[in-house]
């Protein structure tokens, strides 16, 4: 078994236009980079709302191991109950006591390596949540020690709150990294004990839009503020994705660096 595992890291995955892109580049990014594990955020997969089965098995027949959420994640009805039907699914371990599902999972990969995900939300403009930080202290106690790498997907909105998460668990994970904002940050880095961060992966969806939906009705929405139907845009994709390369025995993260496939003119 060798001792690093490469980890490729997906953002909020947009609609049809997400989908597609995966389709079309990540089987080849995975054999290029030589991915041990893939995981990609899933709250916006259905036409930019929520997750259901059918689209998550695209994502998991592609090479997606583990599909995190976020304030999306019940949008589609039918994930209250899907949600159980497959432990590669998880949502924000913060969501109060009555959410069905797992906030986090433990998966392998092809050579016996062990990944821990674990999926939080923020609580700043994003709703009412339990506290992230105590949650994340809640799932680490629970992890086993025999784990090869830990990854903490925070679903947030303001980069401070997913900064302040990155040097919580310094050490501890091998990295904290932001979704939800739809707009990929170029402030990767590696903290002094190991655990890599960066505030927002970015989205794999059309970036010839507002935030992956169609903008005549989204800036209706915003000028006229009068109701408007939020419509995804369904096809020209960009990938945003990190990889991280990790040491099994120690967890820390050696390597990080972000990829980016922008779609063909
Ligand atoms: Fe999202
Ligand atoms: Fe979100």
Redesign the pocket.
Known sequence: MSDSLNILIIG?V?GKAGRRALRDHLPNLLDEHQIDFCVA?G??IAAGFGTTLKLADELFTLGVDVITN?N?CWDQRSFLEDIEEDDRFVRPANFSKYAPGNGWTIQETRDGHKVAVINLIGQVFMGTWDCPFEAADRVLAEIPDDVNAILVDLHAEVTSEKMGMGWYLDGQVSMVYG??T?VPTCDEIIHPSGTAFQSDIG?TGSYNSIIGMKKEGALRRMVQRLPQRFEAVERGATIFATKITVNAQTRQTTHIQRICIRPEA
Do not use: I, K, R, S
């Open positions: 909020d947009l955020n709250e916006n976020g999306h979704t939800h739809h989205m």
